[in-house]
Structure formats: C-alpha cells, structure tokens
C-alpha cells in the first residue's frame, strides 16, 4: 500500500553571513571619543577641517550633526533642526556647525545644506554646493532652489579653513532603491566637482533598521546582515563611492538617552571621515609648501 510523501518546505536563505565581514570595535567607544578628543590635525595653523554633508530631504543631514553632538555630550542634543519626513527640506540656511567637548570646539566642523529633490526648482541648487565645496558661500546664506547664489552672497577670496574636506554623502537606507534618477544625476554632478576639487568623498547610510529586523533587534548585526551589505552596495554603485567609504549608522531619532552601541558606529564613521578630510589637508599643506619652495627658487635664480 503505497502512499505518497509529502514534500519537505525549502529553507528560506539566511539573512546574515556567518561572520561580520567588517571588524566594529564595539566595546572601544571610550577609546574612540579619546582619540578624536586629542586630534592634531596636519597643519597646525588650521583649526578646523571643514565637512559637507548633501543627499536628498530627510535622508538624516541634521540627525547626523546631532547624533555625532549627542555621542560627544552623553546625552541627545537637537543644535541643528530636524523635522519629520514631511517631503520637503527643513534646512533653509547655510550654516556652520561645531561639535565641543565641554567648552572647547573639536578640530572638525560640520556644514548642512537644503536637500536635494527632484526638478531644477526644486531643493538645493547644485551650483550652491559647488560653490560650498571651494568655501565661497557665506555664512547663513538662504537657499533658493530656483537659482544660484549670486556674487553678492559669495566670499571674494577663501581661506584655508573655509575650504570643503570631505564630501558626505546622507542617504537613508530605506529610501536608496526609490531615489529619482534626477536626484542621483544631482550627486554626480557634484561627485565630479569635487573630484576636480580633489575632495575625497563618504557615505552615510542612515535607517539602517528601518530596512533590517535583524539590525532593529541588535544593531550589532549591522555587519553581517546581508541587507545591510546590499544597500551598500547600491550606494556605491549608484553614487560611485567605494564600500570603503560607506558607514551605515543609527542616528538619534526617538531615543531619550545615549546608547553606546549607536555611538560607536557613529565614531566610527566619523573617524574614518576626519582621517581621509585631514590627508587632504595634509596634501594642500605640502602642495603649498613646495609652491613656496619653487617660487623662492625661481626668484634667488
């Protein structure tokens, strides 16, 4: 008497790697706020290197400034303001923003911009950016999506420290697959200008739990979830960042205390970001030096 046997359910694939395939020191976070505390930065003469944070309305710009303020403070600060995902830009100004540990500023500084959006009237004007890029745009200039800064708007001439170095990319993890063509174009274009600039460029991949139970569960399975690993992979592809410049992080968004496992991830990003920003500065302090150097020489000749 034969019967038939029923057929065994496939197992579904597995969500995360069997190891982390990037090292997190999770449990260094002390050593890490330590380090960036203590920086000395190349050239002694500079204060600040200057960050420029773009990507599209609600990407987590100003969460970004006010999670990093908030892991430094120990405790959730809102110094740059963040709105809800209303689908327009809640930063209208240009402005500069400092991160202290106590009294003192850190040797790194943050600048915030509109979003960017669909349309060329709509959110912040690529031109704008270049023009932040080479540290021309004046403290709290308001944007206009139609149009550009005009020269009244502009510094003449910069000095070192109101040069952009390091461009950052926000992009929220949730939204990188629906992103307007338009809005990647936008980045592009921007990509190409610093890259003219020599300005080295990062990625800051926001929401990472909204796209990942794993990761809203723990976050320390940010490195072997395989989500995680594939929105990142769709950034670089899409903006033309290396993986090796890409962080994911949670920004502080309804949280009321600081927790140490957010606060790692966003010094470790942060690390990385001021490190390669300080290589540029180190480069423009030796490219100036050997002008100088060449310059004296042709006049004793």
């Known amino acids: 008497m034969g019967g038939s046997e029923s057929t065994p359910a496939p197992i579904p694939p597995s969500l995360e790697f069997d190891e982390p395939w990037r090292e997190t020191p999770w449990e260094k976070k002390k050593v890490l706020e330590k380090n960036l505390r203590e920086l000395k930065l190349s050239d002694p003469k500079v204060k600040y290197v200057r960050i420029l944070l773009t990507g599209e309305i609600a990407a987590g710009k100003s969460s970004f400034i006010n999670s990093v303020n908030s892991t430094f403070q120990g405790r959730i ?24 540990d106590g009294e003192s500023a850190l040797p790194f500084v943050f600048n915030d911009i509109m979003g960017l959006e669909a349309g060329e009237s709509h959110g912040a004007h690529q031109e704008d950016i270049a023009k932040c890029l080479e540290g021309l745009l004046k403290e709290g200039y308001n944007f206009n999506p139609a149009v550009s800064a005009e020269n009244k708007d502009c510094r003449s001439t910069t000095s070192t420290e109101d040069l952009t170095y ?44 909204e ?39 949670k920004n502080y968004h309804e949280e009321i205390d600081v927790k140490d496992d957010m606060d790692v991830l966003i010094l470790r990003a942060l690390t990385q970001i001021v490190q390669i920003a300080d290589d540029l500065l180190k480069r423009r302090k030796y490219d100036l030096e050997k002008g100088k150097t060449a310059s004296d020489s042709v006049e004793k000749s």
Not at 86 to 93: D, L, M, V
Not at 185 to 208: D, G, N
């Open 166 to 209: 390091c461009l950052v990319y926000v992009i929220a993890a949730d939204k990188v697959s629906m992103m307007h063509d338009e809005v990647f174009k936008k980045m592009r274009y921007i990509r190409q200008k610093a890259s003219s600039l020599e300005i080295p460029q990062a990625i800051i991949m926001t929401k990472v739990d």
């Open 77 to 100: 600060t809102s110094e740059a303001l963040a709105d809800a995902d209303t689908g327009t830009s809640f930063t209208k100004t240009y402005r500069t923003y400092y991160i202290r």
């Open 211 to 249: 796209i990942c139970p794993l990761v809203r569960k723990d976050l320390r399975k940010i490195y072997t979830s395989k989500k995680i690993k594939e929105k990142m992979q769709q950034c670089s592809n899409s903006v033309g960042v290396p993986m090796s410049h890409i962080f994911p992080v």
